[in-house]
């Protein structure tokens, strides 16, 4: 059982809620928090090849704050010079880590996204904003694939009679390729009242029309929803009380670790771990069931 | 079509109005408080100005060809730029989003426009920068209908002199419009602090990439304009779209 098989809004508010919430966190428990959760997150989701792949984020996060330290030069502690006589100072370095970070674990839970918000959920969730404009999103992604199929087809058949897209020197290449691009264009054109005159007939601007979702709202989805509103109302508590921020600039100021701000600690580990807590849970459930039968 | 939903029209431009207002409100209120959150009150901004552009095609109750003809031309644009994948920057995308503005109008150049980022954007990654991508190629559509549209190009496409000079207004779009603010993107995201020297850097690292993309829009301008704007105008003749 995938995040994914909940309701969209659910998803959509979870990946909103927790990118925000990644950018503007500057303390270092929530950061190394975001990092490691969207890490284990998306190598959840993607297996091992994202695994390996997310340890790429670790060589940019030193390069970039190297590179921040040498163009940033506020803080108090002085390391070293670099090679233009300007100061590094442990503030900037540190400042650049920090950044990186933000910056890796975004990509990551934008990988995270990729994988649960697909192109129909973006639909369903636009559709109740604009559903002339979603009908049309749709349309649009159905012809994609379609035109491109069109055009391999109408190249197999020039392929034939020895013009297609690949055949000849250069300039036949790339006439033909023109003449490629030519042919699909108004093929794609010419077809397009088809669509338009099965589209009225289906009742196209008739009023009382509906879309068709397989999503529904159930009580799992309630109780998702309630469990991320109490988290997503405690961490933004300790945002009110300043559990979130530090300052870098001149120096590296943050307000004592209390056993108070634990809690709030707790429930951003909660909030950014429950999608992968669900499916392991769901997994672990099935697998059980399985050996029951 | 706009004539008889005048009601309608009338509230989008009262909408668009409110819009104009709340945007300078909004960036007045984040400065007041001393909220240094730039990406985000962008954000705010870009989404707010592309609002009205999604309003009135919602209340003009588009017919179906009409709506049929747009997705095509956008799914023209986004396939165009998945061919021309493995050549960096070169890409016909805004070329088809001009033409597109210009045979259809402005505000369906916008829609073109905009949801081809949109959309390309399920291909080749989303990120921060998709708002902004919208936002830019759908004003370049949108302008090329405002200044082409209505002066009957397909006829003076055929006019080599013509058809130069559109192809001269893609490189420019690209140059000074499209370039400049996805750099501005790149400044607000990858940048922490915002001053002369980082904007500087931005821009001058994103010439080479604008300067790529502009010649291949000036290029597929030059190629593409003529026959996409005839094949578009036979179809409207032939089926009575847009008319």
Redesign the interface.
């Known amino acids: 059982m995938k995040f994914d098989s909940y309701h969209p809004t659910i998803n959509f508010l979870y990946f909103t809620s927790v990118i925000v919430m990644s950018i503007s966190f500057d303390h270092p428990v929530f950061l190394v928090m975001s990092y490691v959760m969207s890490y284990l997150y998306s190598a959840k989701l993607y297996g091992k090849k994202a695994f390996l792949g997310n340890l790429l984020t670790v060589p940019f996060i030193i390069f970039f704050a190297w590179f921040y330290s040498y163009y940033n030069h506020f803080g108090v502690t002085y390391l070293s010079q670099n090679f233009t006589e300007n100061y590094i100072t442990l503030e900037a370095v540190i400042y650049g880590a920090v950044i990186g970070i933000k910056i890796s674990s975004v990509i990551m839970w934008l990988e995270c996204v990729f994988e649960i918000l697909c192109t129909d959920k973006v639909i369903y969730l636009f559709g109740r904003l604009s559903p002339k404009l979603s009908l049309f999103i749709s349309i649009t992604l159905r012809m994609v694939p379609r035109v491109i199929a069109r055009a391999k087809k109408i190249n197999t058949a020039q392929r034939g009679i020895g013009r297609g897209a690949g055949q000849g020197q250069i300039v036949e290449k790339v006439k033909n390729s023109i003449r490629l691009v030519s042919m699909t264009v108004t093929w794609t054109l010419e077809n397009l009242v088809d669509s338009a005159v099965s589209m009225k007939n289906r009742g196209y601007s008739l009023k009382g029309r509906t879309a068709f979702s397989i999503y529904r709202f159930d009580n799992r989805d309630r109780i998702i929803v309630i469990i991320l509103m109490w988290m997503i109302f405690l961490i933004t508590f300790g945002y009110l009380l300043d559990q979130t921020n530090i300052t870098y600039d001149p120096m590296i100021i943050m307000n004592k670790i209390t056993p108070v701000s634990c809690v709030f600690y707790i429930s951003y580990f909660i909030f950014g771990m429950l999608p992968l807590m669900l499916q392991v849970y769901g997994e672990k459930k099935f697998a059980m069931q399985r050996k029951k039968a | 079509m706009q004539s008889s939903n005048k009601d309608n029209s009338k509230k989008t431009k009262l909408s668009a109005f409110m819009i104009m207002l709340l945007i300078p409100a909004m960036i007045l209120i984040t400065y007041k408080m001393g909220i240094r959150?730039y990406?985000l009150t962008s954000l705010m901004v870009i989404i707010m100005t592309m609002v009205p552009f999604?309003?009135s095609?919602?209340q003009r109750?588009?017919?179906?060809?009409e709506?049929?003809?747009?997705?095509?031309l956008?799914?023209?644009a986004?396939?165009s730029r998945?061919a021309f994948s493995m050549l960096p920057h070169f890409k016909p995308l805004i070329a088809i989003v001009i033409i597109s503005g210009i045979a259809l109008g402005g505000e369906a150049g916008f829609?073109v426009g905009s949801?081809s980022g949109?959309?390309s954007n399920?291909i080749f990654?989303?990120?921060?920068w998709t708002p902004f991508q919208m936002f830019a190629y759908g004003i370049a559509g949108f302008l090329a209908g405002v200044i082409f549209a209505k002066k009957d190009f397909v006829t003076r496409s055929r006019n080599k002199k013509d058809l130069l000079k559109l192809s001269f207004f893609g490189y420019l779009m690209i140059q000074l419009f499209v370039g400049p603010l996805l750099d501005i993107c790149g400044i607000l995201t990858?940048a922490?602090?915002i001053n002369l020297?980082t904007i500087g850097a931005m821009f001058i690292s994103g010439l080479p990439v604008n300067f790529i993309h502009g010649l291949a829009t000036f290029i597929f301008l030059y190629?593409?304009a003529r026959?996409?704007l005839e094949?578009?105008d036979?179809?409207k003749t032939k089926?009575g779209i847009l008319k």
């Open positions: 959150q990406y999604f309003m095609f919602e109750k588009p017919q179906a060809r709506v049929v003809i747009i997705a095509v956008t799914a023209m986004v396939a998945a829609l949801l949109f959309l399920f990654g989303q990120g921060p990858l922490s602090v020297e190629v593409l026959p996409l094949k578009i036979r179809v089926y």
